[in-house]
């Protein structure tokens, strides 16, 4: 053997998709390189028959082939120039960044009551007066309550909760003097209590109905 001649990887050229291996590769190089169209096009079809045999987890997925073909165009650096049955993928197209997301914003100062609070919010505004609308409110200001209890562990005041509700629909509800008060901090977190008392009990339940050998 001559050793003069071996083929080290880091000397080869190197794989876009390793995943598909070496061989794979100089398949589509060559039909890059064959200049009758039709030809190349055959060649093609049949590198993505492999494509697909070598990876058939992606049967189940809808749309491999289209995967498929867009692999063979990245493999190709683009230069495949093929009647693909999809639209041709491009540099371009692959490099294009995504629109930036809108991500929710919500006020810094009570972030403990979270994004959905204010949509809440924004819908019992939209609401008309009534007793519906009333009821929403104060569901929203006894939520709010209990947020502000799971973050902050000590009591709270229904005027601060008032307060803070106020702010957050921009002036447009205000509970502010009303006569009604929210649910007592003991009965909102009692629920919570008694979730885990209940857990606590299935696990010695458990425990006592094991037998002993």
Known sequence: MDINNLEYNTEREKLIIPEYGRHLQKMINYAVS????????KVSKSIIAVMGNLQPHLRDVPEFQHKLWDQLFIMSD????????????????LEERPDPLKYPQNHPKYRFYGNNIK??????ISWEEGELKTALTYTIAN?????????????V???????HLLELSNGKINLKGSSEDLTDATDLMRGKKKKHSNTGG????????????
Not at 157 to 163: C, G, L, S, V
């Open 143 to 155: 939520h709010m309550k209990k947020c502000y209890l799971n973050w902050n562990k000590d009591t």
């Open 202 to 213: 299935k696990k010695n339940y458990r425990s006592r109905g094991k037998k002993r050998h």
């Open 78 to 93: 683009f230069k495949l120039d093929v009647d693909a049955p999809f639209p041709v993928l491009t540099k371009e197209i």
């Open 157 to 163: 005041e229904d005027a601060a909760i008032f307060d």
């Open 34 to 41: 064959i200049e009758d169209r039709e030809e190349r096009n």
């Open 119 to 124: 949509r809440m919010i924004d819908v019992a």
